[in-house]
C-alpha cells in the first residue's frame, strides 16, 4: 500500500518569535506536496509560526497536551487551546517527556484519547532506552508502548495516528540505528498493529524513524519499506538540512 511520506520537525525548546517565523517560512517555501510536512514549534510561537505556514500545506504541530479540558493545572495546555491556535497535529509521548519528565504509558494513552476526541491528528512516540536494547528488549519496549499508549484509539481513529519509532539511544547523540535496524524495529510494528486492528490498518499506519535523522543518511532510512518518513530533532532547526530531508522523502514516494 502506498502511504505519502511524513516529515516533522520537532523543534523542542529552540528557536525565539524572530527565528522560529523564519524558520517555518523557509521551511513553507521548500514544501513537496509528495510529502506531508508539519512543524512542532515552542508553545508561545504557536500563533506566529501558523501564520507563516499559512497557505503552505505546512501542518501546525503542538510538542504536547494535556489530558484535561481545562481547571487548576497550572503549566498545561488544552485542545481547545491548541485548536484556537490553528493546531492540527500533536506529539504524544517523545522520549523527553517519558524519561525526563516521567510520563507513564497511562498518561500517554489518555492524552491520544484526548486529542483524537478534539479532532487533532496524534504522533505517538515510541522507542527504547539504550540498556532496553542492549538487554534485546526493543520489540518488548515497543510493544508495550504502543498496546498502552492505543488503548481504546478504534480502528476509524487510526487513520489519524502516526507511530514514530525513536531509539532514546540515538536521540541528539549523533547515533542512528542502521537502515536495517530500523527497518525491523518498524516491520516488527507494522506486525504488531496489524495483530491489534488488521492488515489493512496496520498498511495505512505511517511509522516515522527518528533518531539523528540527517541529509547524509535520510536517502537510505526512507528507503526502507516500512520507513515512512522521519521526526526530526536538530535537523529540524536548520531549514536547508530540514528541506534536504523532504526531498530525501520525496524520492522515496517515487
Not at 508553545?43 to 501542518?59: K, Q, T
Not at 497511562?106 to 539504550?130: H, P, R, T, Y
Not at 519499506?225 to 530533532?233: A, Q, S, T, V, W
Amino acid at each position: 500500500m502506498a502511504r505519502t511520506p511524513y516529515v516533522g520537525g520537532n523543534w523542542k525548546m529552540n528557536t525565539n518569535g524572530v527565528s522560529g517565523v523564519e524558520l517555518a517560512a523557509n521551511v513553507a517555501r521548500a514544501a513537496d506536496d509528495a510529502v506531508q510536512v508539519a512543524v512542532f514549534p515552542p508553545f508561545p510561537y504557536l500563533i506566529r509560526v501558523g501564520e507563516a505556514l499559512a497557505g503552505s500545506g505546512v501542518m501546525l504541530g503542538a510538542q504536547d497536551v494535556s489530558d484535561q479540558d481545562d481547571g487548576a493545572y497550572t503549566g498545561e495546555i488544552s485542545t481547545a487551546m491548541l485548536l484556537d491556535c490553528g493546531v492540527k497535529t500533536v506529539l504524544v509521548g517523545h522520549s523527553e517527556r517519558r524519561h525526563v519528565i516521567g510520563e507513564s504509558d497511562e498518561l500517554c494513552n489518555s492524552k491520544v484519547l484526548k486529542a483524537l476526541s478534539a479532532g487533532l491528528d496524534v504522533v505517538l512516540c515510541v522507542g527504547e532506552k539504550l540498556e532496553e536494547r542492549e538487554a534485546g528488549q526493543t520489540d518488548a519496549v515497543n510493544e508495550r508502548q504502543i498496546r498502552a499508549g492505543l488503548a481504546g484509539v478504534s480502528a476509524a481513529d487510526m487513520a489519524r495516528v502516526t507511530i514514530a519509532y525513536e531509539p532514546v539511544w540515538a536521540i541528539g547523540t549523533g547515533k542512528t540505528a542502521t537502515p536495517a535496524d530500523a527497518q525491523d524495529a518498524h516491520a516488527k510494528i507494522r506486525t504488531l498493529l496489524a495483530s491489534m486492528y488488521d492488515q489493512s490498518v496496520a498498511d495505512g499506519v505511517r511509522i516515522q524513524y527518528g533518531g539523528s535523522v540527517k541529509p547524509a543518511n535520510a536517502a537510505e532510512l526512507f528507503a526502507c519499506p516500512d520507513i515512512d518518513g522521519g521526526l526530526i530533532g536538530g535537523a529540524s532547526l536548520k531549514a536547508d538540512d530540514f528541506a534536504a530531508i523532504c526531498q530525501a522523502a520525496t524520492a522515496s514516494a517515487v
